[in-house]
């Protein structure tokens, strides 16, 4: 099975500060098709999780444009241009290359 | 509007069986694959199960499989997953979610249906 590893788990981040994440996959996320199937979820305190990036940089609809995603192969990393009150929750990248599909830990985003 | 609502959750002895259901509305459900992601009390999300758009293909976690039982009926626009054998282990948030091939990704969650499995 591909790990999926994110640090930090946790980021006490200042609003209007940026953030980042990374997320490392214990192979390569490259599909046989030659696309990269890494996305990130966000999920607010008490909500379904809820997509924000697809093939790691794509921004779904409705995202704001303060999110951004980079990386290749094996890493990759969120980024929040400047952290807004609503970002408060918990980030996921998640493979849909291989099966079975699997998630990262989760990375903590709070407010300081 | 695209909607999905999970029902079919509650609390369940060990070794006993559930079935979630998961109403698809707002999107052409039969040309999408479905999936079931779980999310055990304060932990992580665990993807469980994948249907293909016309249920040709099925996978599953190691954790559930010979157990766990994905199905579809597209001329109701509702997906299931039949839960057999069930253990503590299993207790979480069951969420349905719609997979979309061209973004490669899980685009639309539902809400979620808790299942508990205690004696």
């Known amino acids: 099975d591909i790990v999926m590893t994110q640090t930090p788990l946790s980021s006490p981040v200042t609003l209007g500060q940026p953030a980042s994440i990374s997320c490392r996959s214990s192979q390569s996320l490259v599909h046989s098709d030659g696309n990269t199937y890494l996305s990130w979820l966000q999920q607010r305190p008490g909500q379904p999780p809820r997509l924000l990036l697809y093939?790691?940089?794509n921004r779904f609809s409705g995202v704001p444009d303060r999110f951004s995603g980079s990386g290749a192969g094996t890493d990759f990393t969120l980024k929040i241009s400047r952290v807004e009150a609503e970002d408060v929750g918990v980030y996921y990248c998640v493979q849909a290359t291989q099966f079975p599909w699997t998630f990262g830990q989760g990375t903590k985003v709070e407010i300081k | 509007q695209v909607h999905l609502v999970e029902s079919g959750g509650g609390v369940v002895q060990p070794g006993r069986s559930l079935r979630l259901s998961c109403s698809a509305s707002?999107?052409?459900?039969?040309?999408?694959?479905m999936l079931w992601v779980r999310q055990a009390p304060g932990r992580g999300l665990e993807w469980v199960s994948l249907i293909w758009y016309d249920g040709s293909d099925k996978y599953y976690a190691e954790a559930v499989k010979g157990r766990f039982t994905i199905s579809r009926d597209n001329s109701q626009s509702t997906l299931y997953l039949q839960m057999n054998s069930l253990r503590a282990e299993d207790t979480a948030m069951y969420y349905c979610?719609?997979?979309?091939?061209?973004?490669?990704?899980?685009?639309?969650w539902g809400q979620g249906t808790m299942v508990t499995v205690s004696s």
């Open positions: 093939k790691i940089s």
């Open positions: 979610a719609k997979y979309d091939g061209g973004l490669g990704a899980f685009d639309i």
């Open positions: 707002g999107f052409p459900f039969s040309s999408h694959g």
